[in-house]
């Protein structure tokens, strides 16, 4: 086939080719076979197979992307389904779309991309970013019951590179809980961007003894917040909460854990860990704190939870004293942004809260709390109002606390200087 042969050899003297006339040659006795110009043709048009080669790639790469994309979203969804059905707290999971796009405006395509796929779905407001995760907590409230631990947590969530859990976990304080696991524990987490700190916050770790170890099993080097208020002003809130509960025992039932939006301004701390039955409600906490005889009664559990001492060994047992940062709970109600500067140094965060985010309420009598999108207070009033308790008994308490306090300054190597009044 002569014919055939000649514009071969055009398109071979075309330079590119070059190399394949070689084995051009070495087919020639099988010339009469169909195959070696489906060869021929098909390498013959460098520019023709360029594109094919690049429309195939870029096809290919776009439809991994879709894969990926829409796998990622639907696993998103199924934990989020999943997690709905088994937590009563759904703002839990829910995303904060302001906060999150203010942390990845340096990846502005990320998130609109995102944007876009979460709003085709039709899930508005809960927002799922591939590159955000649930993590462990890096830093975690470990109490004092009653010293504003709600506060701190509020507060630091100002902080625009903080997540906080949505109500108290109990992870490590109770043990049908900790049975389940870390993965249990990360799933109550709130998803996070990378280089944003979790936080959660259970009151009782500070006093429950298998704790230290078991926070120390998780992260070695977790960072740990103790919020402590004067001992005596803790022992009556803790009193006025548990009379509050015993009064209205429905109410109490549900814990802090189902606080909603609507109510999230009545800030609830945690039920003690043995609701006590034998809380009478109508005995004053003269009657409760005192034995028949005047002394003091110190298997009282609002007066065993002030002794910090006697909690506080076990974790530094446990923890380096670096590790863990003593928050002055009275100072914080008073004058909250030094203690949230001293915080976000210990938790090495650039210092972004500061006077701006709060503004006093005459009424309340404290400090609300003002981010970029909204004002929010923490209490009703000023705690709940205390009981008037006779200022003999304070005294007598003081007393008792003073030996105490100076063995928990010790401990600590600080002086926070109690009592204050
Ligand atoms: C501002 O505070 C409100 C109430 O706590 C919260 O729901 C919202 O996510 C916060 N916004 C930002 C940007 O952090
Ligand atoms: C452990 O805690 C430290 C301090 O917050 C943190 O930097 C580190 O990433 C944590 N490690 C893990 C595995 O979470
Ligand atoms: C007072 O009473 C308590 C309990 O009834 C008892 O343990 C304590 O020793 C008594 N103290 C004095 C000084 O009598
Ligand atoms: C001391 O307090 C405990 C716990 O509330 C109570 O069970 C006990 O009866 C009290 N003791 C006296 C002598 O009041
Ligand atoms: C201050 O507190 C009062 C009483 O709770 C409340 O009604 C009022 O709305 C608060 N004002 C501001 C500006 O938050």
Request: hydrophobic share 35%; aromatic share 8%; net charge neutral.
């Amino acid at each position: 086939m002569p014919n055939k042969a000649r514009p071969r050899r055009e398109w071979s003297s075309k330079s590119l080719i070059k190399v394949l006339w070689i084995p051009h040659s070495a087919m020639r006795p099988a010339e009469g076979d169909t195959s070696d110009c489906i060869l021929v043709v098909g390498v013959s048009r460098p520019k023709l197979v360029a594109a094919f080669l690049s429309i195939a790639l870029v096809s290919l790469f776009l439809t991994f992307h879709i894969l990926y994309d829409s796998a990622v979203y639907s696993i998103d969804a199924a934990a989020v389904s999943i997690i709905d059905i088994e937590d009563d707290n759904k703002n839990n999971i829910e995303m904060d779309s302001t906060r999150l796009r203010d942390m990845s405006s340096s990846s502005l395509s990320l998130s609109s991309s995102l944007l876009s796929v979460n709003e085709l779905n039709g899930f508005n407001g809960k927002l799922h970013f591939s590159r955000t995760n649930r993590h462990l907590p890096q830093a975690i409230i470990i109490g004092v019951r009653k010293c504003g631990t709600r506060a701190l947590l509020e507060m630091l969530f100002l902080h625009p590179q903080i997540q906080k859990a949505a109500g108290e976990v109990h992870f490590f304080d109770r043990d049908e809980n900790y049975e389940k696991g870390l993965e249990w524990y990360r799933k109550k987490m709130p998803y996070s961007l990378n280089g944003q700190i979790t936080i959660e916050k259970s009151p009782s770790y500070f006093v429950t003894p298998e704790v230290p170890e078991r926070i120390h099993a998780m992260n070695a080097s977790v960072k740990l917040l103790l919020i402590v208020r004067e001992p005596v002003t803790r022992a009556i809130s803790d009193y006025t909460q548990l009379r509050t509960r015993a009064v209205t025992p429905s109410t109490a039932s549900s814990s802090g854990m189902s606080t909603t939006m609507a109510t999230v301004t009545t800030i609830e701390e945690e039920s003690p860990q043995r609701p006590s039955q034998q809380q009478q409600s109508g005995r004053t906490f003269e009657e409760l704190v005192l034995h028949p005889n005047g002394t003091i009664n110190e298997s009282y559990r609002p007066i065993t939870i002030s002794l910090y001492h006697n909690y506080m060994y076990r974790w530094l047992e446990v923890f380096s004293r670096d590790q863990i940062l003593i928050v002055n709970g009275d100072q914080l109600i008073e004058d909250p942004v030094p203690q949230l500067k001293r915080i976000e140094t210990f938790l090495h965060l650039e210092p972004r809260i500061g006077r701006h985010n709060f503004y006093f309420n005459h009424t309340k009598g404290f400090y609300c709390l003002r981010n970029d999108t909204a004002d929010k207070c923490l209490r009703e009033s000023k705690g709940r109002r205390h009981p008037r308790v006779s200022p003999l008994v304070v005294a007598k308490l003081r007393k008792f606390f003073n030996e105490h306090n100076q063995r928990f300054y010790e401990l600590v190597g600080e002086d926070l200087g109690w009592p204050e009044e």
